[in-house]
């Protein structure tokens, strides 16, 4: 077999996925199964690996599936305890009053409130959550749902405390094999690690600060009167100071802190600032906006849900300290256990479990730590939670049941995409002495494309995003080949899995069962794709610039890594 059919053969898994998601329009459920059953064909026939390695991966990503489903229930548990004790909304009352100018509201509810929100819970949460926020403070559903799928840009790769990298990154490579490569440059997987962190939240930053910006200009675009993208750009200076606030502390946590914190400080810290800064009149529009008088709203606006902003039945009005204290609590503790490493110490060793060298493979292997894992400190918070907001625990066992479906919608489609990723990175090791499917894809690539890839990294990684609906699935699927085409073109494969991580957050925009989320928590069902030829332009945008930079910073910077000995 020819290398390019070798390479084209390896391309099948992933195109196959397109054809079925996107081309036959079958749910992932249906898809992801018969997506495992050919690669898995493909590793052995083709690949010529061995059956027990090929069931060696599959158990390593049913190990790497429980850490993200816990991580999962974990978000998903909080978000729903906080609803039922009352805090969500006490959280949204304190939102109502700020400002009356619709660009404002906008900017502090939709993108530092729903950034927050995707730090803390990930998974198309935001947009669920601001879209019915943003029509209860009176935004026409269809511009609710748009600035929704907004949010889900410059967050996305540290949203639910980080899990697109810490499992979707850290998952989609090779670890074992790029450890051995960088002890023998003198470095380790940690600094590699933190080197892609740090350029994921760089970048982001870089971009995401015009991203408040452009949500005004969408808004008074499409759902103002006079169809204006002025009128968005007249507040340019109060959506680039809340840019501001939010991405200097979010690059900062992601260079110094890690993965898990950059979206949820970003946003704390931003909220701590723009809010007070927006009742004191700073940098306010002198021509408050709004828009027409909803009885001239054209239908195709309007969902079908009546949004109340009602105190849940039975609940006394909660304070707006005593809502944010679960999350305040979060933090804290997510900071002082990757921090400290006493309480690190504690955490990852108190209860763990592993299996190394899967069926005696060699460098397969899989572990999970229930109480280190961002899950495992959710669910200790909600247990805190339950005390502190006094909450009966027939709310309690209605938060859990709602969470437990969710896991399983969930849970079913990655129990088969993360062991089809895992066998596609360990099928290195086969009789026929093939490079890995990534590798084998990454020459194809690398040949076709050439220098100029890194323009084109942050497309694949959202063309991933939206076959598989998740940026956490996309690195997964990914990583590995991004990491490759840069070792070939003999340039920064941490940047190139960087631009791979920030593309695949960009391509929840266009995400389409993140759209059907937020379509329907307002009723508008059936509407998705009016939605999706609005969102594709921030998409373009962030695809295009993050592109731009990874040029930069790879032939005008001059950036490498440890892999390239520099």
């Known amino acids: 077999m020819s290398e390019t059919l070798l390479s084209l053969v390896a391309f099948a898994p992933l195109v196959l996925a397109g054809i079925l998601l996107l081309g036959l329009n079958l749910p992932a459920r249906l898809a992801m199964p018969i997506v495992f059953i050919v690669t898995a064909l493909i590793g052995l026939f083709a690949w010529d690996m061995t059956l027990n390695r090929v069931l060696a991966s599959s158990f ?271 933090a804290a503790i997510l900071v002082a256990s990757r921090v400290s490493p006493e309480i690190k110490g504690f955490f990852t060793s108190f209860l763990s479990f592993g299996w190394s060298n899967i069926l005696g493979e060699e460098g397969i292997s899989g572990a999970i730590q229930p109480l280190y894992l961002p899950g495992g400190i959710m669910v200790m918070v909600v247990a805190i939670t339950y005390f502190l907001h006094q909450m009966k625990f027939g709310e309690l066992k209605a938060a859990l049941n709602e969470s437990s479906r969710t896991l399983l919608g969930a849970g079913f489609v990655l129990i088969f995409t993360i062991p089809m990723v895992r066998i596609l990175i360990n099928s290195g090791v086969n009789a026929a002495d093939l490079p890995s499917m990534p590798v084998a894809m990454a020459q194809l690539v690398s040949e076709a494309v050439g220098g100029i890839y890194p323009l084109f990294a942050p497309l694949v990684g959202g063309l991933g995003a939206f076959i598989a609906g998740s940026n956490t699935v996309s690195n997964l699927m990914l990583s590995q080949f991004q990491f490759s085409v840069g070792e070939l073109l003999g340039i920064s494969s941490a940047m190139l899995v960087a631009l791979q991580a920030v593309g695949a957050a960009a391509g929840n925009m266009i995400a389409i069962h993140n759209v059907v989320a937020a379509s329907a928590t307002v009723g508008l069902l059936g509407r998705e794709g009016r939605t999706l030829r609005m969102t594709i332009i921030p998409t373009i945008y962030y695809f295009l610039f993050a592109g731009i930079i990874g040029l930069i910073a790879i032939y005008g910077l001059g950036i490498a890594d440890p892999l390239l000995g520099q």
């Open 60 to 330: 390593q990503g049913l190990i790497l599936t429980g850490a993200i489903l816990w991580i999962i229930f974990g978000a998903i548990l909080l978000l729903n305890t906080l609803k039922h004790s009352g805090a969500i909304t006490a959280i949204r009352t304190g939102f109502s009053g700020i400002s009356p100018d619709r660009r404002v509201q906008a900017v502090i509810v939709a993108w530092l409130f729903g950034c927050f929100i995707e730090g803390a819970s990930g998974f198309g949460t935001p947009a669920a959550v601001a879209a019915p926020l943003l029509v209860a403070l009176g935004f026409p559903a269809l511009g609710a749902v748009m600035i929704g799928m907004m949010i889900q840009s410059t967050p996305v790769s540290f949203g639910a405390v980080g899990t697109p990298i810490v499992v979707g990154v850290s998952g989609g490579l090779n670890k074992s094999g790029i450890s051995e490569q960088l002890a023998a440059q003198g470095s380790n997987w940690d600094v590699f690690y933190q080197l892609i962190t740090s350029e994921v939240a760089i970048t982001h930053a870089i971009v995401g600060l015009f991203m408040p910006l452009f949500m005004c200009m969408m808004l008074t675009r499409f759902f103002g009167k006079n169809k204006s993208w002025t009128e968005g750009l007249a507040v340019a200076p109060f959506a680039i100071f809340a840019g501001l606030a939010f991405v200097l502390p979010y690059a900062a946590a992601g260079v110094f802190l890690g993965p898990e914190f950059p979206s949820m400080i970003g946003a704390l810290v931003g909220l701590a600032i723009v809010v007070p800064a927006a009742k004191a009149g700073f940098l306010m529009p002198k021509t408050p906006w709004t828009f027409a008088d909803p009885k001239d709203w054209p239908a195709e606006w309007m969902g079908k849900l009546e949004i109340k902003m009602d105190q849940i039945a039975g609940k006394m009005p909660m304070s707006g300290v005593k809502a944010w204290t679960p999350y305040v609590l979060l």
